[in-house]
C-alpha cells in the first residue's frame, strides 16, 4: 500500500515555503538604483535627462558617523530627492564625478554630477555648476 502525504502538510510545506520567499524578495530588495558600474550610473543619469561627457573620476569617501552641520544641510537635499545618508553613517562609499555637458536638454557648462555609490546602490549625489559661486 502506497503510503498518502497528508494534505495538512502540503499546504504547510507550501505556506512555508511561500512565506520564505516573500520574507527574501521583501529584504533583498532595494529601491535605490542598482550602480555595478560607472556605465550604470551614467544610464541613470540620463535616464533623469542629465547627459554626461567622459568620466567619471572616482574617489573613496567615508560618510561620518555623527553629521555636522554642513552634512545635515547636504542630506536635506538627499532627502528631497528620494535619498537619505543616515543609514549609511560611518561607512565607506565611493563618489563618482562626471562633466555634464546638459541637463533635460538645456546646455549645461561648467556642471558635473557627482553620484555615492555604497554597496552597489546609489545612496545619493548632485549635480552642481563648478564656479565659486555656482548653483546645486
Given amino acids: 500500500m502506497k503510503s498518502r502525504t497528508p494534505l495538512k502538510a502540503i499546504i504547510l510545506v507550501a505556506f512555508l515555503g511561500a512565506l520564505i520567499t516573500g520574507i527574501v524578495l521583501l529584504f533583498s530588495g532595494s529601491k535605490l538604483p542598482a550602480a555595478e558600474t560607472a556605465e550604470d550610473i551614467k544610464e541613470y543619469l540620463a535616464h533623469n535627462g542629465i547627459v554626461t561627457a567622459g568620466g567619471p573620476f572616482t574617489k573613496d569617501i567615508y560618510i561620518p ?38 541637463i533635460k536638454g538645456e546646455i549645461a557648462p561648467d556642471t558635473e554630477a557627482h553620484i555615492i555609490v555604497c554597496d552597489g546602490y546609489i545612496i545619493g549625489g548632485d549635480v552642481a555648476e563648478t564656479a565659486i559661486d555656482g548653483k546645486m
Avoid at 82 to 102: C, E, I, K, M
Fill in 65 to 102: 558617523e555623527e553629521f555636522g552641520e554642513v552634512y545635515e544641510r547636504y542630506n536635506e537635499l538627499q532627502k528631497e530627492q528620494g535619498f537619505d545618508l543616515s543609514p549609511y553613517r560611518g561607512r565607506n562609499a565611493r563618489q563618482y564625478t562626471f562633466p555634464v555637458t546638459s
